[in-house]
Structure formats: C-alpha cells, structure tokens
C-alpha cells in the first residue's frame, strides 16, 4: 500500500521510526516532511499535503503526527475525500478503517509514546474496510454530506 506521512515540529520525534515500520511492514512511503524540526512550522500544511496525496492518488491512506493529533485531524477533514481520526487506541485505529473507511490515521506525539504509536499505525495499515452494507451505506451517507458541501 502507498502511505503518505507527514507531521509538524509537534509530531516530528514519532515520525522517523513510524515511517521506517511502514517501510519494514511492506508499505511504500512518501515522505512529505518536516525533514527537519522547525518549531515555527504549521501542522495545516502538513495536513494539506496529506490531504492532496491522497486526493491525486499519490497514497491510499496517510499517517498525520502532531503534539495532539487534534489540529491535524481538524485541517486534513476540510479536504474532500479525507476521512482522517485521532486514535490513540488500537481498537480505534483499527475499526476507523474497517467500519468508517478512515484514510488518515492522525496522532499526538506528546500524548503517546513510539511503542504505542507503533501498535497504533500497525492496526492502522493492517485493517481492511469490510464494506457490510450497514457501513457502505453510512460510508454514503457522509460522502453524500462531503458533496453537499
């Protein structure tokens, strides 16, 4: 699978040895920076660039890291297409993909360690959606609020 993963000065700490996880799990990784921390950066950018990945078919799903996960789960959702949650549960991480259809697993560097966000994107890139009929019909459902909007 193509991942794209990006993350602000907040995230930068997690994002070294989650990419390399993706890339020691099989996964194709775009790397869409911060290549180096800058404590003045915008965690919206990050999101953006995630957001476009995603929407030009660049990556299938993306990873955002920043102090909370908060700020870029907010930014990378103001993108059509984007399906993008703060999990910091492995449940969470994993049923986001198999009963919403998440495509950006979002993240809070100051709130998990790498061990957990480790756990966190391995359940993350392992789920599969299921595509029962109860969720494809909610998946079309919110797609139908995206394209009111």
């Known amino acids: 699978m193509k991942i794209a993963i990006a993350c602000d000065h907040g995230g930068y700490p997690l994002k070294r040895p989650l990419l390399e996880l993706m ?12 290549h180096e921390m800058d404590a003045q950066d915008d965690y919206p950018d990050f999101a953006r660039y995630v957001g ?7 990556a299938e799903r993306g990873v955002l890291l920043c102090g ?12 059509d297409g984007v399906r993008a949650a703060v999990c910091h549960d492995t449940y969470s991480a994993g049923q986001g ?9 979002c993240l809070g560097a100051r709130i998990v360690g790498e061990a ?9 890139v392992n ?12 998946l079309e459902k919110v797609n139908a609020i995206e394209a009111a909007h």
Do not use: W
């Open 127 to 138: 789920a599969k959606f299921t595509a029962e009929e109860r969720h494809a019909r909610r």
């Open 23 to 34: 890339e020691g799990l099989g996964h194709e990784v775009l790397d869409l920076g911060a």
């Open 97 to 105: 993909v198999e009963h919403d259809n998440m495509n950006v697993l």
């Open 116 to 124: 957990v966000a480790v756990e966190l994107v391995t359940a993350f």
């Open 68 to 79: 909370s996960g908060v700020g870029a789960s907010i930014a990378a959702n103001k993108q």
């Open 52 to 58: 476009q990945a995603i929407q030009h078919g660049q």
